[in-house]
């Protein structure tokens, strides 16, 4: 059986990874800016379950389980920040948040 | 055949991608991100790793895309005037360029040089979940504590965090 080289997988994986970047550095609203973060946690879990497979282990597997983990708790904790801050200062414009600012 | 499928499927990934980042309104870009996450998930399958491709429909596409609506829902998420830092701009340009030239010079370099110990194998049990479950009960046990330890934290500061009497 022929498989789809792994290469391209960690390619796609690497552009994904970008493009994420690419938002977190350009766009100003905060939750777009959190989207953008899990797109690239997503993207490297790709090239991670990618060389699961090159390799033949389920290591790569494992970390990935952790990895979901790990982001959905960061999301439910970066959310409740986010509307936290909303109720206090009405904005999620990331140019505007600077209350830790001395 | 599976090179054609899988490309139709990286097509539809980075359009997904794009979404995200482009995209005017932020419901857009949730549901962009849901297309993206889809799309991984098959790409999950083609890879032999069943279990985490349904987990990542239930976590990502489920759970994190939900809550991202039910905040752009409860905040508004609309942001008048531009979308887009105008300084930010050729500086995120310029550096995301880098990034992407040097990742693809990597991996090209990779390439060329031949990959160390490529077995190419069958991933053991096809990733079923008995074959996860199995590493995660006895190799992985205590990451698997610490991280249902990490969950509820998390659980308790959220609820914390977005109470309204808190701040």
Known sequence: MSQVPTEYYLILSAIIFVIGALGVLMRRNALIIFMCVEMMLNAVNLSLIALAREFGQLTGQIVVFFVMAVAAAEVAVGLAILIAYVRHRDTIDIDEINLLRG | MQLLFFLILAAAAIAGALGVV??????????????????????????????????????????????????????????????????????????????????????????????????????????????????????????????????????????????????
């Open chain 2, 22 to 167: 482009v995209s005017k309104k932020p419901v857009y870009s949730a549901l962009s991100l849901l297309v993206n996450f889809a799309v991984a998930a098959v790409l999950f399958i083609t890879l032999q790793a069943q279990f985490v491709a349904v987990v990542q429909i239930i976590v990502y596409a489920g759970a994190i895309v939900v809550l991202f609506l039910f905040v752009i829902m409860l905040i508004g998420g609309d942001l008048p005037g531009v979308a887009v830092r105008p300084r930010a701009r050729a500086v995120a340009a310029v550096a995301a360029l880098v990034a992407g030239v040097l990742a693809l010079a990597g991996l090209g370099y990779a390439l060329v040089a031949g990959s160390p110990a490529a077995t190419s194998g069958a991933v053991p049990g096809n990733g079923s979940v008995q074959a996860i479950g199995e590493a995660l009960f006895t190799t992985y046990l205590l990451p698997f504590e610490l991280a249902s330890v990490l969950l509820l934290v998390a659980m308790i500061g959220a609820v914390a965090l977005a109470r309204k009497d808190s701040t």
